[in-house]
């Protein structure tokens, strides 16, 4: 049974990093249940299953009969406090700030194909929902950017894409070895 209990625990564990990375879809949040029913509030539940269940059964004498319903009740606890923070605070308060315009492409990947100026404007590409997009480009910091570089976009504003150089995300990815 303590198989069990940890691959809830892992599971939920898994399921919390990945609502973390991804949050909740705004477009689902407008469905009333979203805020009771969603990936953070199984994340608690099935976290605190696997860790309760596996403690009980590991460092008590209580029989299964007795771990499996307390392992249960505290997994139930834990989602209501999730769905709690969720519902009272975390959706009123993303209904009140709409997402920015402005950020809607922020990450995308896109192609010099007019040479940014130190300074001034170039131009870039890039591709959204299979459809080719040029517009014209900042580099992020100011510095020129030369035709064929890969960039991301970090912001458009006033019709101009802001855009850093995606060597130097990349490197700032990197792991030190």
């Known amino acids: 049974m303590q198989g069990v209990f940890l691959a809830c625990l892992i599971a939920g564990l ?6 973390m990375l991804v ?17 953070p509030t199984f994340a608690a539940f099935a976290t605190v299953l696997g ?21 249960l009740a505290l997994a139930a ?15 009123p308060s993303a209904a009140r700030s709409p997402p920015d315009d402005r950020y809607a492409l922020q990450g995308h990947f896109g192609t010099v194909t007019k040479t940014i100026p130190e300074g001034g404007s170039g131009e870039i590409t890039y591709e959204l929902l299979s459809e080719r997009r040029t517009v014209p480009a900042r580099s992020l910091d100011g510095s020129a950017v030369g035709k ?25 990815l990197q792991l030190p070895t």
Not at 83 to 89: K, S
């Open 23 to 39: 949050g909740i879809d705004r477009r689902e949040r407008r469905r009333r249940w979203s805020a009771y029913l969603n990936l």
């Open 14 to 19: 898994l399921v919390g990093v990945r609502s």
């Open 51 to 71: 860790a309760s269940g596996y403690l009980f059964t590991r460092f008590t004498v209580l029989g299964i009969a007795a771990v499996i319903p307390a392992a």
């Open 148 to 172: 064929g570089t890969e960039v991301v976009i970090e912001r458009i504003e006033d019709d101009v894409a802001y855009v850093e150089l995606w060597a130097t995300i990349e490197r700032h």
């Open 77 to 91: 606890a834990a989602a209501a406090a999730s769905m709690l923070l969720i519902a009272g605070w975390a959706v």
